[in-house]
């Protein structure tokens, strides 16, 4: 117990770092990392309320925190991905996928605590991430950037999504079997969540300083 | 952690480790992919490049064989032959009368061979062969100077390299180049001409003339600059050199080109 309180710690400090980096850096920030950086402010309050709503209303709306930061994080991370590579098949994708995760979510507001409609709401929602990455990843290769990808923002940012959510997938799809199955020993596998959700935000955070440092180095060779 | 929960641990490890696996593969790949396809772009570029620079290099030496040409058939069968008909004209002379008419015909003809001695001197820059860079444009700064209508300063500083016969002759175009365009559209009155030679050679033309536009495109496109700032474009890429140009409107202009010995 205390370790996954340690990890869900470490957890909140992450994103909490990145919107400090964020914060610091409005200013050499554009648009697209603007809603990385909103993604990371979401994610703190996020993990404020979660940490103190329980302390006042008993446990309750726990969940539902969760369930509106996801949909919150899929709209953000959907159009950072749609602005970055605006095709047709994005334009769809990103509209459906909003459009589902939404209804979803408001039927989960209904139906609270409906373990199968909160899996049907997670894969979806992770396999539509996993597709925008995937997308971009392509575009990458159709395009060809000159720079070395490592040096490219974008790329530590797909790669982030695309290796967290995967996790996420297989321990959500795992997810009936946990709750039904092994009951009181869960907590281990959820701990998994927090060592993705504190890799996702140390990538994301990397790329956000090579956002900012290319930036800078940007307006001094304009200068 | 009984039979069935051992099972679904292995299940589920395996299930992770494939998934993060195929993740970490699709962003290996792209990786790999990228720097495949920019190392063949790379290479291809690098083709295009040297094929350009031969393709230039082919067109700058016919070029230079077709000027030989014209300068050794002006210089040996025009030159010879206008020689011929002066001395014929001043035989005809001596025994004639009309000595106005012959005078006239006769300065026209000294300064007609005195054209074709100079264009065939600027086609084919025989002393180029004879005596060196330095010492032709010592002799061209000179001949310019004399003609009374611009000063030029030729100065010389650091140790002479001496330079291939091809790359001396496309270094002396420049000059000519540049020279010829201060001469024809700067309206200057002064020109400095000076060379540094060390690791690369350093040629400054600078005048004092009308100054011009300089051209927004790098690579000085014949149909917006002209044919003589392309050409010295041209010549400086095949030399592997930089160019550096700096000019003012009413305060002059300044050539600076570094060329790798």
């Known amino acids: 117990m205390i370790f996954l309180n340690v990890l869900s710690y470490i957890q909140s400090i992450s994103s909490f770092v990145l919107l400090l980096i964020f914060l610091f850096n409005y200013s050499s920030t554009d648009g697209n990392f603007k809603l990385i950086g909103a993604l990371a402010g979401i994610s703190t309050i996020a993990n404020i309320l979660q940490e103190s709503v329980p302390r006042f209303l008993n446990g309750a709306y726990l969940n539902q925190i969760g369930e509106a930061y996801q949909l919150l994080s899929v709209f953000v991370i959907s159009l950072f991905f749609l602005k970055l590579n605006n095709t047709k098949f994005a334009r769809i994708l990103f509209y459906v996928l909003n459009v589902t995760c939404f209804v979803l979510w408001v039927l989960l507001l209904v139906y609270l605590n409906d373990h199968v409609l909160f899996s049907v709401y997670s894969v979806i929602s992770y396999i539509g991430l996993n597709v925008f990455a995937i997308l971009y990843f392509g575009y990458l290769l159709k395009y060809l950037p000159s720079d070395n990808l490592l040096t490219v923002p974008e790329f530590w940012v797909a790669s982030a999504v695309l290796f967290n959510f995967s996790g996420y997938l297989i321990i959500t799809l795992s997810y009936g079997y946990l709750v039904e199955v092994l009951k009181e020993n869960t907590i281990l596998y959820w701990s998994l969540f927090n060592v993705f959700t504190i890799i996702f935000y140390a990538l994301i955070s990397y790329s956000m300083v090579l956002h900012v440092k290319n930036i800078k180095a940007t307006s001094r060779e304009r200068l | ?261």
């Open chain 2, 1 to 261: 952690m009984n039979v069935y929960n051992k099972e679904f641990f292995l299940v589920f490890l395996i299930g992770l480790a494939i998934v993060l696996l195929l993740a970490f593969t699709i962003i290996v790949f792209v990786i790999a992919y990228q720097k495949r396809m920019l190392n063949e772009r790379l290479k291809r570029e690098k083709l295009e490049v040297a094929y350009q620079q031969k393709m230039l290099e082919a067109t700058l030496i016919s070029q230079e064989n077709e000027r030989a040409r014209i300068a050794t058939d002006l210089h040996d069968s025009v030159g010879a032959m206008l020689s011929t008909i002066r001395l014929t004209l001043h035989a005809a002379e001596s025994q004639l009368n009309e000595n106005n008419l012959f005078a006239n015909s006769k300065q026209m003809l000294d300064e007609t061979i005195e054209t074709i001695r100079r264009i065939s001197r600027d086609l084919l820059p025989v002393n180029l062969e004879r005596f060196g860079l330095s010492q032709t444009l010592q002799e061209m700064a000179e001949r310019i100077t004399q003609s009374g209508k611009i000063n030029v300063l030729f100065r010389e500083e650091g140790e002479k390299t001496s330079l291939k016969k091809e790359r001396e002759v496309q270094v002396f175009r420049i000059i000519q180049e540049l020279l010829n365009n201060s001469l024809k559209h700067a309206e200057a009155t002064e020109i400095v001409l000076h060379l540094w030679w060390s690791d690369t050679l350093v040629l400054l033309v600078k005048d004092n003339g009308k100054g011009f536009e300089l051209p927004k495109e790098e690579n000085f496109d014949e149909t917006k600059t002209g044919v003589g700032l392309h050409s010295i474009n041209l010549r400086t890429k095949l030399l592997e050199g930089t160019i550096t140009i700096k000019t003012e409107k009413q305060k002059g202009s300044e050539f600076l080109i570094t060329l790798p010995l």
